[in-house]
């Protein structure tokens, strides 16, 4: 009896013990965010007071330092989380009374139902501030950038995403016009989205000389593409071509290879072969907000992509933009040689 | 079950594991061991020091992985591209992969609760080091305290693949019906064996997946991208990299949206 006294004292210890490291460790997490961003803030604030600083002089000067760079990503995706509504630190205060540990059941099973289950269904983004970050990477003469939520509501929302980017755009343009020397702001193309008649934002893509390529994914563009590919795969060879000798039947025979279904997955992706300024694969992930993963952002083009995290929608700065970049700079890929 | 561990825990060290395990504990980590020749060159080793150095430190941080409880290690031992390199380096990479398996071999006792399995493309592996692999999977099929699996010849695209070629060789000969494949079906024909999703992702040196287990860290993997190099990581990174498991699926746990 003494035994099982001693060992739950020891668990309750050990649990107090957890609880009150997870607890500082979110607290110093929250208190940096909050003084950053409130620093910022008020730096801005103070320095809009002198006629030399603006917005648009940021925007130009974040411009300049990019085009110093030795490498810059042409091809960028941007993953945005939606905001949660309630956070760590409330959730680990409440576990303290009562303990709710076992109740509480943190499923390690993460299986696809387990998302549904956490529900990331809430339409908590911001499309404008998405819009702007999306004018920063244009800004900085990125060709390409795939805009990625789990739950699709940036896919739902194209056509107002849209008007946003090109707003932002256009604003932005005149502050960087004279750092860039271009005549006309470049013009938004949807890739992966359904457009009437191939137009964009009123205005044929394919005519303008510059051209922002956009591609939006969600969940059902990751895995459950590659699922869908196994089955067009399947009906293209063999369902088609049901009297070709030449397929083979063997189980050691490869039917594809991966180019077969890089090449089906690119065309459900609507990737273009007009498209030479970048790769299908994004050079660089930016993940918004402070989820370590990348929920399911598209397993097959991310093999060799940089993955960064920055501060959430509605903290994110072009500084943190412009870190970031210098970060990717100065990464090495080896491609495992 | 006593397991023979070669690691060597300090108090402090058992300490802070008993308070880790008082939270949720990864069921299967991933590792690329990523740092092994720019260690070697810093040190003025040679390159194969450097990776004799790294097989060391994963065998510990195996051994750690078993006391906190972890189910499931996969180590990015080979990629398909690393067959670029020198003919020197690649040899020696494989001659040392076969030396440690031999030795595993030779003393049973610690390969106690440890279940080793191969995945990767196995016609591109050594026909020498095939029968020591198959040796060893076969040896400790039957431990189940921990799985580890040796990723060699591997790339998650090949992975992807070959289980796309799997699985059109099975609805061609009527195993399965086209309109019954899912996701979940999908993936139980990568391998042989079942491989189940990443829960925590450990990368030293870069911050990309490398074409490693893209497919199995897809939807809710924690990944921790740290920066030393492979041979320094050590019992307090590895705690480090559990605790930030626990605080990063607290946060994905908050989102209630």
């Not at chain 2, 150095?53 to 031992?77: H, I, N, P, R, Y």
Request: neutral net charge; charged residues 25%.
């Amino acid at each position: 009896m003494l035994r099982k006294a001693r060992e739950w004292l020891q668990s309750k210890v050990f649990y107090t013990a957890w609880l009150v490291i997870h607890i500082a460790y979110q607290l110093q997490l929250e208190i940096r965010d909050f003084l950053r961003f409130n620093l910022r803030y008020a730096s801005k604030r103070l320095l809009s007071c002198f006629p030399l600083y603006s917005p648009q002089k940021e925007l130009a000067d974040f411009v300049e330092e990019v085009s110093k760079l030795p490498k810059v990503p042409k091809h960028l995706a941007i993953s945005v989380i939606p905001e949660s509504q309630e956070s760590v630190l409330s959730m680990l205060l409440s576990k303290l009374w009562p303990n709710q540990l076992h109740s509480s059941n943190i499923n390690n099973n993460k299986k696809d139902d387990d998302l549904n289950e956490i529900n990331f269904e809430c339409d908590g983004v911001n499309l404008q501030t998405v819009a702007k970050i999306v004018a920063w990477a244009s800004a900085a003469n990125i060709p390409v950038i795939s805009l990625y939520d789990y739950n699709g509501i940036l896919k739902t929302r194209y056509k107002e995403l849209g008007s946003y980017i090109q707003e932002e755009i256009i604003q932005d343009f005149w502050a960087v016009e004279k750092i860039k020397g271009a005549i006309e702001p470049p013009v938004v193309k949807f890739h992966n989205v359904h457009k009437t008649n191939g137009y964009t934002n009123g205005v044929n893509g394919t005519k303008s000389r510059d051209t922002l390529h956009i591609f939006v994914f969600s969940r059902n563009d990751g895995k459950p593409n590659i699922v869908r590919a196994v089955k067009d795969i399947y009906v293209d060879k063999f369902e088609r071509n049901s009297n070709n000798p030449a397929v083979p039947m063997t189980s050691e025979e490869k039917l594809i290879d991966e180019n077969t279904l890089d090449s089906y997955l690119n065309r459900y992706n609507g990737w273009s072969s007009h498209i030479v300024e970048a790769k299908t694969e994004p050079d660089l992930l930016l993940i918004l907000g402070n989820v370590k993963s990348t929920l399911g952002f598209l397993p097959w083009h991310i093999r060799l992509t940089e993955i960064h995290w920055l501060p959430s929608l509605k903290r994110v700065e072009i500084c943190d933009f412009l870190t970031s970049f210098y970060k990717y700079a100065k990464c090495q890929q080896r491609f495992g040689k | 079950m006593v397991c023979i561990l070669k690691t060597k825990e300090s108090f402090i060290q058992k300490l802070f594991r008993s308070t880790l395990q008082q939270g949720p504990i990864p069921k299967h980590i991933a590792f690329v061991l990523d740092g092994n020749r720019r260690y070697a060159k810093e040190r003025n080793m040679e390159t194969i020091s450097g990776h004799r150095k790294g097989s060391d430190t994963f065998e510990q941080t195996a051994d750690w992985a078993m006391l906190c409880g972890v189910q499931e290690v996969t180590a990015f031992v080979f990629s398909i591209s690393n067959f670029s390199r020198t003919a020197e380096e690649v040899n020696g990479i494989m001659s040392l992969l076969k030396e440690k398996l031999e030795l595993k071999l030779k003393h049973p006792e610690e390969l106690e609760g440890k279940c080793y399995r191969f995945i990767g493309n196995w016609l591109l592996v050594p026909e020498d080091l095939k029968l020591v692999i198959s040796k060893l999977v076969m040896v400790t099929k039957h431990n189940k305290t921990i799985v580890i699996n040796i990723a060699l010849a591997y790339t998650g695209r090949d992975e992807i693949t070959s289980g796309v070629n799997s699985l059109l060789h099975g609805i061609r000969h009527n195993e399965i019906d086209l309109n019954n494949v899912t996701e979940s079906l999908f993936e139980k024909y990568f391998h042989d064996f079942p491989v189940s999703s990443v829960d925590l992702f450990i990368r030293t040196g870069e911050s990309r997946l490398s074409d490693f287990v893209t497919w199995e860290c897809s939807d809710q993997a924690v990944l921790c991208f740290r920066d030393e190099y492979w041979p320094m990581f050590s019992c307090w990174k590895f705690l480090a990299a559990i605790f930030y498991f626990q605080a990063n699926t607290l946060c994905m746990s908050s989102r209630s949206c």
